[in-house]
């Protein structure tokens, strides 16, 4: 028996069923490959700025303010990203809870796409609050009878409080020219503490309680940055090396 013969099935209602079996069929198969080129662009993408904060991270640990003196220059390449400097302070605290030294530090940062890389008084922070870790750990230790802070700080003359100011985006190259100089200095035996701004707290929180410090958070200077503020037990001279780097960035 023909088509045409079938009881109940017009000729006609039967073809504009299957014109529309392939219309939608079709339709299912682009919203489909829509979705995969979204996946696989948002892939790349994510791949991209993952490389750009991994050559950034490694450019911020080879600054190595505490070993370099003198002039010198690292260069990071990025896809895309953004680089710059934010203001940030590291503050020694005697028993009192008084501040005793203030060294204007500054974090430089770079961030493409969701990823952020921080230099921060000589550590490299990957990542945003709440999801932060440390690359490189900050040149700070603690022995029986002292307790020794390095202390990187970017500007020119940034331990009096001097600032560069400088951001760099957009494609292409960076270059991180420094100029490292070191002014050391040791105070009496004291139960200090030790306070670092900044917006990812995490990694900090857990370097300072793995040195043995009681940590807490709090905005010290009333600025809306807090600070993680370590406080070490019993009494310590304390050795305060700052690491004025000079720093210069230039496409």
Do not use: C, K
């Not at 080879?62 to 220059?73: K, L």
């Not at 270059?175 to 200095?185: F, G, I, K, N």
């Amino acid at each position: 028996m023909t088509r045409e013969d079938a009881p109940g099935v017009p000729v006609r209602d039967s073809a504009q069923s299957h014109v529309v079996g392939v219309a939608l069929l079709l339709g299912v198969t682009v919203v489909a490959m829509a979705a995969v080129t979204a996946g696989v662009g948002s892939t790349v993408d994510s791949g991209v700025a993952r490389a750009d904060a991994d050559r950034a991270a490694d450019a911020f640990a080879d600054v190595d303010a505490v070993s370099r003196t003198g002039p010198g220059t690292e260069r990071v390449a990025f896809a895309d990203g953004h680089l710059s400097t934010v203001e940030r302070d590291v503050r020694v605290l005697d028993g009192d809870g008084d501040v005793v030294r203030r060294v204007r530090s500054d974090a430089l940062v770079f961030e493409a796409g969701d990823r952020r890389v921080a230099y921060l008084a000589g550590a490299v922070v990957r990542g945003n609050a709440g999801n932060a870790w440390l690359v490189e750990d900050p040149p700070i230790a603690v022995g029986e009878d002292d307790l020794l802070v390095g202390a990187p700080a970017l500007g020119p003359d940034a331990s009096s409080g001097a600032r560069g100011e400088y951001a760099v985006g957009g494609r292409g190259r960076a270059s991180l020219a420094v100029d490292v100089e070191h002014d050391r200095e040791t105070l009496p035996a004291d139960a200090y503490r030790l306070a670092v701004e900044t917006t990812t707290p995490g990694p900090w929180r857990r370097y300072f309680e793995s040195l043995g410090a009681t940590v807490d958070t709090r905005d010290v200077d009333g600025d809306g940055v807090e600070s993680v503020v370590a406080s070490f037990p019993g009494s310590r001279r304390l050795h305060l090396v700052v690491h004025a780097l000079d720093l210069e960035v230039a496409p």
